[in-house]
Structures are given as structure tokens and as C-alpha cells.
């Protein structure tokens, strides 16, 4: 055999070894608005973390068997609004005085995208939901944001509510900034309790520096139709017994004003007053020593 084609013939397991290698490798490249987990191992080692591949990355080759776990990165919310691609409907609260009201509004926030938090929250949260993202999809994080997010926004409108009664927060503007401002207070402690760590930070949260508190855009609670029906005829009411007592404070007013009359001119006096005054009597200026002629009106 000759020494070249014992070369070749040497060769070839390299360069299949080497063929399957480059087979088994992937790149990735990130988006502006998405960052990526790269776990290095497979099936004949041990799976360890090795990088954040941050927003807006060229290429990056993977090894054979790695994986990668794209989050969102940037601007994020939770809608319990009820609308159509709503994550929630509207959520349920109690009022001090018993009163059953629904609260709808949007949770903004960001995902704590600081590699080593966010390693964390994968570990801990997302795999268990497959929180991730594929292909800019994901059930599994509407999944997670409701147990993350919904359930101690829930908690927290339930304890703020149960402070304040039904009337003010349905229409008292002071009482509804205060009861807002417990909500966000309760919530930012709640979320934070429920993942165990700063998961969830301020919109504007850039995955550097402090994470922040997310933002609340609550609407007030509304109480059920058949009390806002009722509240309504109250104040229906109120208004007409204002009404009704200008009305009697006028009558009263003219009444004094004939016992006036009564005084000055008699009772036939005050009457033929009135009837003047009301254009029901006619006064002519009678020349001195002329005659006049009264004519009574058609009836």
C-alpha cells in the first residue's frame, strides 16, 4: 500500500470524527430585546452554566449538546384587565365593610436580566415552567406570571382593600390615592416574598445597577351594579330634598313678604297689590276732573 493512500486511508476517521463534530455545534444570536442562557454538556457530561449571551449578539457557535434558554429582555407587562389577550381577568377584593369589588389594571416590569440572578430565576422558576422563550413564544411564561405575579398582586389589592370601605374607594379621589399607594407597597413585598429573590424590577430597569420597584397602573374598584344602582338613586335623592328645600325656603320668603303687604296696605290692599304686580290689573292716571270709562276685558 502505498504511503499516500495509507494517508488517506488514516485520514478519514479524523475527518469523520471531526464532520460529526461540527454536526453536533449551533450558534445563536440574540435579539435587541432578548438575552440567552448557555448551558454547556449533554449526554456524555455533566450540564454547568456558561454565559449570558446578551442582547443584540452576533453568532455564537455552540458546542455539541449545548443549550440555550432565550428570556425577554426589556419592557414587559401583566394585564388582569380582562381583555382579550389579557394574562388575567380582573381580580377579586373584600372591603372593610364586606363588599365584594373587582380591580382591573396592568403590572409593568422588567425581568431581572443580571446574568447571575438571572441564571438563578432559570434554575428555579423557569425550568419548572419552561418559562422560556421559543421562537418569541412562550405558554409557559403566562404560566409562570401567574403564580409570580398574579397571585401576590391578588393578595396584595385584598389586604389594601380590606382598610378602606366600599363608598370611599369607589368615589373619594383621596381615598383611592391612599388605598393605591398601600397596594403598591403591599405588592412590591409580596412579589418579592413569593420568587424569593428581586426577580421583577422597575420598567426601566437596564440589567445593570438597581432593579427597582415594578409600576401599577390600577383602575378603582368597582362594586357591584345593584350598589351603584342604589348609591345612584341616593344621590338622586339628596339632590332632590336640596331642591325641594329652596323651593320651601322661597315659598316661605313670599309669604313673608304678604304679611308685609298685609300690614301696610290691609287684605284688599295687598291683593289689588299683587294683582298689579302680576299684570292682572290695569292702572290708568285719571286727569283731575275728567271722566273715565271702564271697559272690563272680554272673558
Known amino acids: 500500500m502505498s504511503g499516500f493512500l495509507k494517508g488517506v486511508l488514516l485520514g ?3 475527518l469523520v470524527v471531526a464532520g460529526l463534530m461540527l454536526s453536533g455545534c449551533s450558534r445563536v444570536s440574540t435579539q435587541p430585546d432578548e438575552v440567552v442562557l448557555h448551558y454547556a454538556g449533554g449526554m456524555f457530561e455533566a450540564i454547568k452554566f456558561e ?4 442582547p443584540s449578539s452576533g453568532a ?4 455539541p449538546g449545548d ?5 425577554p429582555f426589556g419592557q414587559r407587562t401583566f394585564d388582569f384587565s380582562g381583555a382579550r389577550d389579557a394574562e388575567s381577568k380582573p381580580l377579586s377584593v373584600v372591603s372593610k365593610d364586606n363588599v365584594e369589588m373587582t380591580v ?3 403590572a409593568t416590569f422588567t425581568l431581572n436580566t443580571d446574568c447571575k440572578t438571572l441564571q438563578r430565576f432559570h434554575e428555579k422558576i423557569g425550568l419548572k415552567y419552561r418559562a422560556s422563550y421559543e421562537d418569541g413564544r412562550s405558554e409557559g411564561w403566562a404560566r409562570m406570571l401567574n403564580i409570580y405575579m398574579r397571585v401576590p398582586l391578588d393578595r396584595a389589592l385584598d389586604a389594601a382593600s380590606q382598610e378602606f370601605e366600599w ?3 369607589f368615589n373619594d379621589p383621596k381615598v383611592k390615592q391612599a388605598w393605591e399607594a398601600r397596594v403598591g407597597a403591599l405588592a412590591r413585598q409580596f412579589i418579592e416574598e413569593t420568587g424569593g ?3 421583577f424590577c422597575n420598567q426601566n430597569y437596564s440589567g445593570t445597577g438597581e432593579c427597582g420597584d415594578i409600576s401599577l397602573t390600577i383602575q378603582k374598584p368597582e362594586p357591584p351594579d345593584a350598589l351603584v344602582d342604589a348609591l345612584a338613586a341616593e344621590q338622586a335623592a339628596k339632590a332632590e330634598n336640596v331642591a325641594q328645600a329652596q323651593r320651601n325656603a322661597k315659598v316661605r320668603t313670599e309669604i313673608a313678604s304678604i304679611r308685609d303687604l298685609v300690614k301696610v296696605l290691609g287684605p284688599q290692599g295687598a291683593v ?10 290695569s292702572v290708568v292716571p285719571i286727569p283731575q276732573g275728567g271722566n273715565l270709562t271702564i271697559t272690563p276685558p272680554n272673558r
Not at 60 to 63: A, D, I, M, V
Not at 67 to 71: I, L
Not at 272 to 281: E, F, H, P, S, Y
Open 12 to 14: 478519514v476517521p479524523v
Open 51 to 54: 454565559r449570558c449571551i446578551n
Open 60 to 63: 455564537t457557535l455552540l458546542g
Open 67 to 71: 443549550t440555550s434558554y432565550s428570556y
Open 104 to 106: 382591573s389594571g396592568v
Open 167 to 169: 363608598r370611599g374607594l
Open 197 to 199: 429573590a428581586d426577580y
Open 272 to 281: 289689588l297689590w299683587q294683582a298689579i304686580q302680576k299684570g292682572q290689573v
